[in-house]
């Protein structure tokens, strides 16, 4: 019984260090479950149940806040965007024509270049200003902005 005693020790103790250093609020609870089986290694029930309690521990707090953390408190409302999609709707200078598909352009937006094509096909010259409308592929699908 010492041996498992130490290894539920560890489990939490790792759990929690690893919740530490993460932002995810998730290791925590296996943390806790370690624990809640400690508690039944102290009350000298069998290592198969110790085990069950455990898995089930650890699923049930981690469904629980998922429930309550995003759910109940709205902690997360939508996606977050990954770093192309961040740049839908910014504007970005054209450094080399833009035209229609068969016609790659460039544009220059947040200090890198940017192949485009323009939204309706139409010729962009250089040096104007342009928005990001959506991306296809490895193009940005931009139009000219209206000064």
């Keep these: 019984m010492k041996e498992i ?15 530490i250093i993460t ?31 455990f898995i ?3 699923l049930a707090l981690i469904l629980a806040s998922e429930f309550i ?8 409302k939508k996606p977050y965007k990954t770093n192309v999609e ?16 068969n016609h790659d352009g460039e544009v220059f937006i947040y200090g890198k270049y940017w192949t485009a094509i323009s939204e309706d096909g139409k010729p962009i010259p250089v040096n104007k ?7 296809e592929g490895v193009k940005l699908i931009v139009k000219e902005v209206e000064e």
Excluded at 69 to 76: C, E, G, S, V
Excluded at 129 to 135: A, D, G, P, S
């Design 5 to 19: 005693t130490i290894t539920w020790v560890i489990i939490a103790v790792i759990s929690l260090i690893v919740e």
């Design 23 to 53: 932002p995810t609020f998730f290791a925590i609870w296996f943390s806790v479950a370690a624990i809640i089986a400690l508690i039944f290694n102290f009350l000298e029930v069998s290592l198969p149940i110790q085990v069950v309690i």
């Design 56 to 58: 089930l521990t650890s």
């Design 69 to 76: 953390l995003k759910r109940k408190f709205n902690l997360i």
């Design 86 to 101: 961040s740049i839908i709707g910014k504007i970005g200078f054209v450094t080399k024509e833009v035209g229609d598909i």
């Design 129 to 135: 200003k342009v928005i990001v409308v959506r991306i």
